[in-house]
């Protein structure tokens, strides 16, 4: 919205200039948005703590050192999707139609995951929404934002799924690319939301993984670093580097408070909002398999927990001590910090390895 009103005014007076710089915005926006959740911050956790007389529910089953953080307020995700959507309103391009598409995955999800964590909440138990009804919503809005995808990416690519490490090599999936959009971000946000066992453990990774595709996004929307690195040039969706930055602002600034021992969990409400986020960008910027790098962190938890109910179904033995593997680790005897380090570790090079793939063509 600032770059809407004030850019033109670069005409008049040089300042403004700064505006029609997406690096400028993207700076801006994760300040904005971090300081969004300093300020809402300790108001809020009140307010919950208030609301929520006995907090999260704990999963009896869980680990044993989970027992003692009964009562931590939970829905702190609602403290991440305002920071985020009011700081990308505030500097990216208001009618910037890939900023519209990656929101309505952000704000889709983040009502499902509401919902989610109030019934959970209200009943007293960790079930939440039964999972048909979760997926069906989830399915919904990535169904609503891959249609709109195909509309507004350019139609040589707009069907086309990147190979990493090849040069302009896409497998075009026609009408199948509707169901594969949907299924990144479905897997994206389930993902992310099996992750977030611990605390720090999702926030940290998804930073890292929004840094990366927005460096990628605003490589993409350049015409001579896309030309350069010879990945699809696709314009405008560099824009998608502010709603990153916005991103990584927003979890910084609820890692403060969500940092061991939390003050507050992010719930479904976040681990669902930002995962889904996390696809709908990797979809717009044509970069879906490198998502499956970038974030194979996510990827190992979810595969953790397919491996251990699939082996329990067929053979009544499981492979890990506890799923998703976090838990398996602190069965071990593991403290919670270390588990939460060494995985933002595995993340930090699995981002380098998904860059990597950018120049290794």
């Not at 409400?269 to 970069?287: E, H, N, P, Q």
């Not at 492979?319 to 069965?331: L, T, W």
Request: hydrophobic share 55%; glycine share 10%.
């Amino acid at each position: 919205m600032l770059y809407n009103f004030l850019s033109p005014l670069s005409e008049h007076l040089q300042f403004f200039n700064l505006f029609n710089y997406q690096t400028f915005r993207t700076g801006g926006a994760l300040m904005t948005s971090l300081v969004i959740s300093f300020i809402m911050g300790p108001a809020f956790i009140a307010w919950l703590k208030e609301k929520q007389k006995e907090g999260q529910p704990i999963r009896k089953e869980g680990p044993e050192t989970h027992f003692k953080k009964a009562g931590t307020p939970t829905m702190g995700g609602l403290m991440i999707l305002v920071s985020v959507t009011v700081s990308t309103l505030l500097w990216a391009d208001f009618f910037n139609p890939y900023i519209w598409i990656a929101l309505l995955v952000l704000v889709g999800y983040g009502l499902i995951g509401f919902g989610d964590d109030y019934l959970k909440l209200t009943k007293r138990n960790t079930a939440g929404l039964p999972g048909r009804l979760k997926l069906l919503g989830q399915f919904v809005v990535s169904g609503a934002a891959a249609v709109a995808a195909c509309m507004v990416l350019p139609s040589e690519i707009a069907t086309g799924v990147a190979i990493p490490f090849l040069k302009h090599t896409y497998i075009d999936l026609w009408w199948f690319f509707i169901p594969w959009a949907m299924l990144v971000m479905v897997g994206a946000s389930n993902a992310v939301n099996l992750t977030d066992g611990l605390d720090g453990l999702a926030i940290v990774p998804v930073a890292i993984a929004a840094a990366c595709f927005g460096f990628i996004a605003y490589l993409t929307g350049r015409v001579d670093f896309s030309e350069y690195l010879q990945i699809s040039y696709v314009p405008g969706v560099g824009e998608l580097s502010i709603l990153c930055g916005a991103i990584i602002g927003g979890a910084m600034g609820f890692l403060w408070y969500n940092a061991p021992p939390a003050m507050i969990f992010m719930g479904d409400t976040g681990s669902l909002s930002l995962g889904g986020v996390l696809g709908a960008i990797a979809v717009l910027v044509k970069s879906e398999l490198v998502l499956a790098i970038v974030g194979g962190l996510f990827v190992m938890e979810t595969l953790s927990v397919i491996i251990q109910v699939a082996s329990f179904k067929l053979t009544g033995k499981r492979v890990f001590r506890m799923a998703p593997i976090h838990h398996h680790f602190e069965k071990k005897g593991w403290s919670e910090p270390t588990v939460v380090i060494r995985f933002w570790i595995i993340s930090v090079i699995l981002a380098i390895l998904g860059l990597a793939t950018l120049k290794l063509r």
